[in-house]
């Protein structure tokens, strides 16, 4: 008979931790273990997250950063985030496939889902929520799966609906604890920019106000100096707005206001800074910009004011605007006020002109004078 040989302490070592990754196996340790890991993983990116988004600057940022993030987790059918601007009506971004949609949804229909989170602060599945059938049928183009509340100090401010998963998979226990963090964290970083959106704009154009343009102003004129770069200011000013007002009323006048805000914006670049600088007065602050560009650009406004329509009623009404623009140089040890006044001058010469037209200022023998001195010394 054949003596059978004794194991080695290697192999009974070996054997035993077999057996026991063995009973871990069948009893779903490994499983819980393999899903503590992964959600380590996620909380670790939402650390990081965070941090990153409180540097961000503006909405438009934070939901491209949003996009950026979702993506590399799952991709939804449509992802829709309302939100509630603090000087009133709805901001909406919407994505179909991770995409920019322009589909949005009516204020009734977010009010009436928004009334179902007062007091619930939790993602909520959508086939839950109680709905009137109106509101279904508009939600129901958005393939909506889960509703995240964005709630802020005073409650809930916005929502997020998430689409289905496009590979047709439910969302996992993880991806649901995603979801619920990464948008209070959202929630937060987007009412933090709503609000300094509120501090630097004027309320009823929407245009960057005089405290922050004067701010941007400084910064330029002490950058130009520093680098001997190139900058110019415009200030523009609409004709005749008192005799406008007198004729068709002030609710006419804010229209154009309005109107007029929106021809700047269309109009100037994304780098420049447009101002309400008060009443019926803006200002421009042009960035990397010469005599010959600074000039251009203040054609192209005057432009676009004059081609602007403005439905009023019955009626369609426009108007005309006169401008004065300078350039910033870096050899003249000029500040804020100093440029304000330059263009204001060519502003009025302007309007000596005739109205409706634009010239740029020209520095006369004392600023020459000064610029020179001060070259010297």
Known sequence: MKAVEAESPV????????DQFNAMQRSGALDDLALLRNENRVLDNLLNDAAKLYAIGS???????????VLQEFIP?????????????????????????????????????KSRFISAKYPTDFIKIDLPARAIVELSRFDPDIVIPMCGIEGTFGLGILGRKVVGEAYTPVERMYIDKFMRFISIAI?????????????KTGLYNHAYFKQRLEQEIAHVKRHDAKAGLIM????????F????????G?????????????TVRVEDVASRFGGEEFCVLAIECDAVKLWDMSERIRRAIEETAVPYKAETLSVTASLGCCLIDPNLSAGVQDYVDMADRALYQSKGKGRNRSTLYKPGLLDRARAIRELLD
């Open 191 to 203: 009412q933090n920019n709503l609000n300094r959106e509120s501090a630097i704009t004027d309320a």
């Open 254 to 266: 804010d229209e154009v206001l309005n109107h007029l805000a929106l021809a700047l914006k269309r």
């Open 11 to 18: 192999q009974q070592v070996s054997k035993s931790f077999l």
């Open 245 to 252: 007002n007198d004729t068709w009323g002030h609710l006419a």
């Open 59 to 69: 909405v438009e940022e934070v939901m491209d950063f949003v996009i950026d993030r």
């Open 77 to 113: 059918t449509y992802l829709l985030v309302i939100m509630e601007s603090p000087r009133g009506g709805l901001r909406q971004y919407c994505y179909a496939n991770m995409k920019p949609s322009e589909e949005q949804l009516t204020q009734g229909t977010y009010e009436s889902l």
């Open 236 to 243: 523009l000013d609409i004709d005749h707005f008192k005799n």
